[in-house]
């Protein structure tokens, strides 16, 4: 199955960048749940714990070898201090398409 994402953020400044990539999904990665507490600054006696879950799948990334699934890729910026930055023609190394985060989160 092909999955195709296309994105575009503009700055009230006029600097825009647009992203298109289609690619082919892949198997899904569980990580393993992230448990975080957070300590309140005005009262450390109060804090939050948040359990975190992710699925996620590897679509490329040049630094661990998976297969490349990306199938068309298209970017483009423009505008303000983006000019010089996509003259230059930095290439992607990595893409993770998270399919979804659960986050979990209770006061003890």
Request: charged residues 25%.
């Amino acid at each position: 199955m092909t999955e195709t994402q296309d994105w575009l953020f503009r700055a009230a400044s006029g600097e825009t960048l647009e992203m298109s990539v289609a690619f082919a999904r892949g198997v899904d990665v569980r990580r393993n749940p992230a448990i975080r507490s957070f300590i309140s600054a005005t009262n450390p006696a109060t804090y939050l714990i948040s359990k975190e879950e992710r699925v996620m799948q590897i679509v490329r990334n040049a630094t661990t070898n998976p297969p490349d699934r990306v199938k068309q890729f298209r970017f483009k910026g423009s505008g303000g201090s983006l000019r010089e930055a996509v003259r230059r023609h930095e290439r992607v190394v990595s893409w993770d398409n998270n399919i979804w985060m659960l986050a979990r989160s209770r006061h003890p």
